[in-house]
């Protein structure tokens, strides 16, 4: 379930992102790009990872990481952008 409402997010949130390019929105399309790059992560996450929690992937996992938090701070500076 989780799965299938992460690719949603990926998904839905793209929808828009031409509508805001046409109207220069840059803060906005960051976000957007971010946020659906996120959900993308989840959704790659819970397929790997599901079921189990070895650590079969472990060049993953560090990508992942590496991700999440570039993820936070881009999210966060996404809204100072004009």
Excluded: M
């Amino acid at each position: 379930l989780f799965s299938i409402f992460a690719f949603l997010g990926f998904y839905l949130v793209l929808i828009p992102l031409p509508w805001h390019f046409q109207a220069w929105n840059s803060g906005t399309c960051w976000y957007i790009l971010w946020a659906s790059l996120s959900c993308l992560n989840q959704f790659v996450n819970s397929l790997v990872w599901a079921g189990n929690t070895l650590n079969s992937a472990p060049a993953w996992c560090e990508i992942c990481a590496s991700f999440s938090f570039v993820f936070d701070a881009a999210r966060q500076s996404s809204k100072c952008s004009k």
